[in-house]
C-alpha cells in the first residue's frame, strides 16, 4: 500500500513539475521573441529547446518511477505477526519434533503452532501459563534445535516457527 501511495505522489510532483517547465518554458519564448534580434538563427533558441528537452526527459523518467512503484513495487511486511502467518510445518516433521520433546517443551510448541506460527513472548508466557523464566530456558532449547526463531520487537520478543 504504502509503493502504490509513494508512487501516486511521485506521478503528482511529476505533473507539477510539468507544469512548471510549461510555463517556463511559455515565458522564455516570449522573453527571446521580444529580446533576440537575429530571428531563428539566434543561439538562445537552441538553449531553450535543449533545457526544455531534459527537463522533459527528467520528467518522463520520474513518471515511469512513479508508474513501476504503483504497479510492480514490491511492499514490505513490517509486522512480525505478518511475516509468518502462513508459517506451518509437515505432519511428518511435528511428529518427529515432538517424540524428542518433555511435555512442557509440547506445551510451548503447540501454542506457537496454534498462533498461526508466531508469537509474542509475553503472550506465550500468559497462554502456558508459565512463568518467564521457564519459558525464556524452553524457547533457549527450541531454538538451539533450529525449530523457532526469536526476534526482538519492543520490550518483547517474537516468538517465529521455523518450517
Excluded at 507544469?19 to 533558441?45: D, L, Q
Excluded at 518427529?96 to 509475553?122: A, C, H, W
Aim: net charge neutral; hydrophobic share 40%; glycine share 6%.
Amino acid at each position: 500500500m504504502r509503493n502504490r501511495i509513494v508512487g501516486i505522489l511521485i506521478i503528482f510532483v511529476s505533473l507539477l513539475m510539468g507544469f512548471i517547465i510549461f510555463s517556463f518554458n511559455r515565458a522564455m519564448t516570449e522573453i527571446v521573441n521580444t529580446s533576440c534580434e537575429h530571428g531563428s538563427s539566434c543561439p538562445m533558441w537552441g538553449t531553450i529547446d535543449f533545457q526544455t528537452n531534459v527537463s522533459i526527459a527528467i520528467m518522463s523518467f520520474v513518471i515511469l518511477i512513479g508508474i513501476y512503484l504503483i504497479f510492480f513495487g514490491k511492499e514490505e511486511r513490517t509486522d512480525a505477526k505478518e511475516e509468518m502467518k502462513d508459517a506451518s510445518i509437515s505432519k511428518e516433521a511435528y511428529e518427529e519434533i515432538m517424540r524428542t520433546m518433555n511435555n512442557e517443551e509440547k506445551i510451548v510448541l503447540e501454542s506457537i503452532i496454534n498462533s498461526n506460527g508466531t508469537i509474542f513472548q509475553s503472550e506465550l508466557t500468559d497462554k502456558t501459563n508459565f512463568n518467564k523464566v521457564k519459558v525464556t530456558r524452553i524457547l533457549d532449547k527450541l531454538e538451539g534445535r533450529g525449530i523457532i526463531e526469536r526476534r526482538r520487537r519492543g520490550m518483547t520478543n517474537v516468538i517465529i516457527l521455523k518450517h
